[in-house]
């Protein structure tokens, strides 16, 4: 298990044979450059190749971030003109932060890039690989006159749109709820509350209308749901209360969820410390709810318990399910031929699969697993030291740790409870110390539904940006020196890894200046002292100092005058 087993790898060999076919003038481009700095003389007269970067969210902007190869030109094309810290956006539905302190322009990001960034405000609404462009419209919510229309042209394309909220096709949730994905519905979110403690206190108002007014809804169990929900007691208990005194009686959450538990993708501990924490603050949990319908003033649910339907009265719905696709990611699946998936499927060097020059990352694309299966399979093949198709008991740990290696995604994944059911699996019987190979590749299927691809988070889209950028710096240099640099020749050390993903932990905050943290390792910390560790981890990732500086103020602001309740 040495680095050589990913060198070799013929993958690595297919991305340099269609990096130097895609290349085109690279050769001639490399050598005019001092081969220790791999970057490109500024005053060079070669045409410089075209990246298009589509979406300036986790995924763009970290490969605009990590991007320093001054032989590129980079146009960036986004309906945003600017970068936004999402996992800060509940604290914006209840002003703990403001809008502007987790967002930084696109433009000042860049600024300093010793190569020129182009960005577009507008939105890509078709991808052409025959001639290699982008259809593009400008975002007609701006207010200045009407959509524009424009191509822009590429050599290479990194795709980064994310993903938009996933709606199931439930009836009514597209009008009657709100989603809590971008900036723009965080602040919709706060001006609804506050508008329905006014409403609710018009003295034409019944009691049983304050009731509903004052129900809030969330629909999702997931971290932002949770989160949201958490958030939202805070900012009632907190300072609304003392503003609407007559009101707090009135107030209900309720947190829908379909499966069993909230936070199930966490740590048991975490789920059941977090339900705990909701029923003793007064947020109404309700599991096995499904959604089945909203209207202007109802929400119906599908009961799994009495298999009945329940109609809930609201003032706010939250709905917090998931992603879905977005349309422009869905043509363009089709037109490559990847129907039948929900997202764009990738290589492990984040290539879209079936085309040329063309990356995809973050929340709209995944690694394809199916292939990712296949190699394990081989690997397990070679594992077999005595050519009987099977492979002995010892040998599992072994080829595991080969795997885990090679694919982190896959080691998360069975490294916490699938790892006994897959051995069990393998296995042709309870006291068999030897595992079938055969077996393990007719259970391959199993195993892939099991097997969950990366989580759609912003730490992958992030790691994916900077390992992108990272292949794009070393480019050339690889191309023109694939044997490695003078001092390793014989290495492979230019070639590029596939991408691997460093899972560093994960947050919950669960309100009351508590937070849930599940770290690397099944390290499991909850309370107010992982709430101060939430403070910060969340101030060191944020995007510029300036936005570190607004962030930290508005907290201490929430702290000495509590939360502003402004409708504005
Ligand atoms: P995005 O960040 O969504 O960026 C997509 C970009 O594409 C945007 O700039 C968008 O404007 C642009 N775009 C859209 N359509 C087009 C188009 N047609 N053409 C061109 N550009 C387009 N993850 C964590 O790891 N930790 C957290 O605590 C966390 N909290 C979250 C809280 C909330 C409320 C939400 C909504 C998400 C949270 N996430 C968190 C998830 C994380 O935000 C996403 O996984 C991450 O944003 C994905 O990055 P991305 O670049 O793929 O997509």
């Known amino acids: 298990r040495t680095k050589g087993v990913f060198h070799d790898h013929p993958h690595i060999t297919k991305l340099l044979v269609v990096l130097s076919v895609s ?4 050769a001639a481009f490399s050598d005019t450059r001092p081969f220790q700095t791999g970057y490109a003389d ?11 970067v589509l979406g300036t969210g986790w995924a763009g902007t970290s490969f605009l971030k990590s991007l320093k190869d001054p032989g590129y030109e980079v146009h960036v094309v986004s309906p945003r003109n600017y970068f936004a810290f999402t996992p800060l956006l509940p604290s914006v539905t209840n002003g703990t932060v403001e809008a502007r302190s987790i967002v930084e322009p696109i433009r000042s990001i860049v600024r300093k890039k010793k190569f020129d960034v182009h960005f577009k405000e507008a939105e890509c609404h078709k991808i052409d690989t025959q001639n290699k462009k982008v259809y593009c419209q400008s975002t007609q919510d701006n207010n200045l006159g009407g959509s524009e229309e424009f191509t822009v042209d590429y050599d290479y394309l990194v795709i980064a749109m994310g ?10 949730v597209v009008e009657h709820a709100h989603f809590l994905k971008e900036v723009e519905d965080a602040q919709r979110i706060r001006r609804t509350v506050i508008d329905c403690f006014e409403r609710a206190s018009l003295p034409t108002i019944s009691e049983e209308e304050k009731k509903r007014i004052l129900h809030f809804v969330v629909v999702g169990g997931g ?7 958490a958030e939202l007691h805070d900012f009632v208990n ?5 503003l609407y005194p007559s009101l707090k009686q009135h107030v209900q959450i309720t947190l829908l969820e379909a499966g069993d538990h909230i936070l199930n993708m966490f740590d048991k501990r975490i789920t059941e410390f977090a339900e705990e924490k909701f029923s003793r603050d ?10 089945v319908k909203v209207t202007d003033k109802e929400i119906s649910t599908k009961e799994r318990s009495s298999g009945q339907t329940v109609a809930i009265p609201f003032g706010m719905v939250v709905w917090s399910t998931g992603i879905g696709t977005r349309p422009v990611i869905m043509d363009f699946m089709k037109q490559i031929g990847q129907t039948n998936r929900r997202v764009l499927a990738t290589d492990e060097w984040l290539r879209v699969e079936g085309c040329d020059s063309i990356y995809a990352l973050g929340d709209c694309a995944t690694i394809n697993q199916r292939r990712v299966m296949e190699d394990i399979a081989a690997i397990f093949s070679k594992a077999d030291k005595n050519d009987s198709n099977t492979l002995k008991v010892d040998d599992f740990k072994e080829v595991i740790n080969d795997i885990s290696e090679r694919y982190p995604q896959v080691q998360i994944h069975l490294k916490k409870k699938q790892l006994k059911n897959f051995f069990q699996l393998l296995k042709h019987s309870d006291d068999d110390d030897e595992l079938n190979i055969e077996k393990f590749k007719s259970a391959l299927s199993e195993v892939d539904s099991q097997m969950k691809n990366l989580p759609a988070t912003a730490q992958v889209a992030s790691q994916q940006g900077a ?9 050339d240099i690889c191309e023109k020196y694939p044997e490695g640099p ?6 492979g050390r230019h070639r590029f890894h596939p991408f691997r993903y460093k899972h560093l932990g994960q947050f919950a905050p669960l309100g009351g200046e508590q937070t849930a943290a599940q770290l690397p390792g099944d390290w499991v910390s909850i309370g107010h002292s992982t709430q101060w560790l939430w403070y910060s981890v969340y101030a060191s990732k944020l995007v510029s100092w300036r936005t570190r500086m607004l962030v930290i103020s508005d907290w201490g602001r929430r702290f000495i005058f509590g939360r502003d309740s402004s409708r504005i």
């Open 486 to 491: 003078i001092r390793f020749r014989g290495t």
């Open 163 to 172: 993903a938009r909220a996933n709606t199931f096709n439930t009836p009514g």
């Open 42 to 52: 500024a005053a060079h007269d070669i045409k410089k190749k075209k990246v298009v």
């Open 238 to 242: 907190e300072d609304l209360a003392k």
């Open 282 to 291: 007064g947020i109404h949990v309700k599991t096995g709810s499904m959604v």
């Open 467 to 475: 390992y992108l950028a990272d292949c794009f710096n070393r480019m």
């Open 23 to 26: 290349g085109g003038g690279v």
């Open 223 to 229: 971290p932002t749901g949770v989160e949201f929900a």
